[in-house]
């Protein structure tokens, strides 16, 4: 069974396939990094254009990849949501139109379901499994109870990890997406631990009971700590030392989070092998990846994050979901109406057909 993703809902232009063995014959990601460099952020207008000027070329040359032909495809799976409803649109537009000439099932992927089975893909890990989801919109402790089912534990009051990193990095005079950036500059820190002294950054929710998380404080106390630094340019090595600083706050405060997310997982679900699955384009924060796996090895859990390039948004996850969904019987009509907010606890049945 081969099944053809399409990911436009933010700023990657993406087309894959992939087959139900989670083989990945095809995987083409398109960054618009240099669209939006300029704005210092992602601009939706652009993002929408820039996706309609290079969805058509990247399906076809994902086609070429993988070697195959329209008749060689067993379903159209596009993400319908959540993100930029105008980007959305253009890649379940297409999706629907090659659904339609070749007579094939589509399926509306919910984008947050793609990161959330992206360990099914790579790994065939087993449902239930513990879900930390972060991403540049979402920071969010799940249960992925099964396909389309989820227990939603936790979620941001606020600002998500992504967010907080791209905000941050952009107060510390560094370029978007600041995740990647904060994580290159902190590895140039000599004293980790002196940095963290230096710079005493608050640990938004730790210890309280709710598995909910808020970045907001964080962000704010970054701001005070650069006006804090001395006038004129800012040094490399403050920067180095604050990003370090940062980020171990941030690690700590997901493993604080998690910790007590996976005593309620043990509570509540008898599983032979319990995992704890991280995804979504912070999952490939090394920092973090490290204190997530040393939290699970105290904790009998299995630790998994996806290889870096299946992290943040690409198309072979949104095939992924398409084909476990269409394994399912889930498929969609082609009415189905892009979703700018779909919460991945209360997905239904889509409007299945
Ligand atoms: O999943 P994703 O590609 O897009 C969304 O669906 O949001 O996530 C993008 C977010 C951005 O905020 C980016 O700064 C963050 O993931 N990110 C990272 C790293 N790589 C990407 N954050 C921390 N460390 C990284 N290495
Ligand atoms: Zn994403």
Redesign the pocket.
């Known amino acids: 069974m081969y099944i053809l993703g399409i990911e436009t809902?933010?700023d990657?232009t993406a087309a894959a396939i992939v087959n139900e063995k989670g083989d990945i014959l095809a995987n083409i990601v398109l960054s618009q990094l240099k669209e939006h460099l300029a704005f210092g952020g992602v601009v939706p207008e652009i993002a929408a254009r820039a996706h309609i000027d290079h969805l058509h070329t990247l399906i076809k040359a994902a086609m070429d990849d993988a070697g195959l032909s329209f008749k060689d495809i067993d379903g159209v799976a596009a993400t319908c949501g959540p993100?930029l409803i105008g980007g959305v649109m253009v890649g379940m537009i297409a999706g629907k139109a090659i659904a339609a000439s070749q007579n094939l099932p589509f399926i509306a992927v919910n984008?947050l379901e793609g990161?959330a089975l992206t360990p099914r893909l790579t790994d065939q890990i087993e449902f239930p499994y513990l879900l930390l989801l972060v991403?540049?919109?979402?920071t969010q402790i799940l249960v992925a109870e099964d396909v389309g089912t989820y227990k939603l534990w936790g979620t941001t009051l606020d600002d998500?990890?992504?967010?907080c990193?791209?905000k941050s990095a952009k107060l510390m005079g560094l370029p978007y997406?600041?995740?990647?950036e904060?994580?290159k500059i902190a590895g140039e820190c000599e004293d980790p631990a002196a940095a963290l002294k230096r710079f005493a950054l608050p640990s938004p929710m730790k210890g309280r009971k709710t598995l909910d998380f808020s970045f907001s404080g964080l962000k704010t106390a970054v701001r005070l700590a650069v006006e804090a630094l001395p006038e004129g340019d800012l040094q490399r090595t403050d920067i180095a030392d604050l990003a370090c600083a940062f980020q171990t706050t941030v690690a700590d405060v997901i493993a604080d989070r998690c910790k007590r997310a996976i005593d309620r997982f043990k509570t509540e679900y008898n599983s032979a092998a319990p995992a704890l699955v991280v995804s979504?384009?912070?999952a490939?924060?090394?920092a973090?990846r490290q204190r997530l796996e040393l939290l699970c090895e105290n904790h009998a859990m299995r630790a998994y994050a996806p290889p870096v390039s299946l992290?943040?948004?690409n198309a072979a996850m949104i095939a992924w979901a398409g084909l476990e969904r269409l394994q399912k019987g889930l498929t969609d009509n082609l009415d189905f109406k892009a979703r700018p907010r779909w919460p991945l606890n209360d997905m239904g049945n889509n409007n299945a057909a």
């Open positions: 809902s933010c990657e993100g984008h990161h991403s540049g919109g979402h998500a990890a992504g967010e990193f791209d997406p600041g995740g990647p904060i994580q979504g384009g912070v490939a924060n090394t973090i992290c943040g948004d």
